[in-house]
Nanobody
Framework: QVQLVESGGGWVQPGGSLKLTCAASGGTFSTLTIGWFRQGPGKEREFVAYISWDGNTDYGDSVKGRFTISADSTKNTVDVYLQMNSLKPEDTAVYYC????????????????WGQGTQVTVSS
């Protein structure tokens, strides 16, 4: 059973930066993709980024060039980071990390395991 715990959310002014961390444990990470999704007020859950077990990455159109996903792994755990730069008010959302073995990596419905989420608020 994969466990996912997000941290690093908070409040930041427009143009600022935050770094989120997803601490993942309990899975066979050699076959998993870890993704970040977000859900803003009154909005559907949106794909942000993923990093696959073989190092492939992809980003949602709204964050390309501003967000970077990376990962550090040990034998039994993986920390997945989401560096968020040039933040905008429209980036305000609850950010979730999730895990999947599916090759459909940019769709929330393909993910089996989810963290509890961390709130990011961008405002002046």
């Amino acid at each position: 059973q994969v466990q996912l715990v997000e941290s690093g959310g908070g409040w930041v002014q427009p143009g600022g930066s935050l770094k989120l961390t997803c601490a993942a444990s309990g899975g066979t990470f050699s076959t998993l993709t870890i993704g970040w999704f977000r859900q803003g007020p009154g909005k559907e859950r949106e794909f942000v980024a993923y990093i696959s077990w073989d190092g492939n990455t992809d980003y949602g159109d709204s964050v390309k060039g501003r967000f970077t996903i990376s990962a550090d792994s040990t034998k039994n755990t993986v920390d997945v980071y989401l560096q968020m730069n040039s933040l905008k008010p429209e980036d305000t959302a609850v950010y979730y990390c999730a895990a999947t073995q599916s090759r459909v990596r940019n769709n929330a419905h393909a993910y089996d395991y989810w963290g509890q989420g961390t709130q990011v608020t961008v405002s002046s």
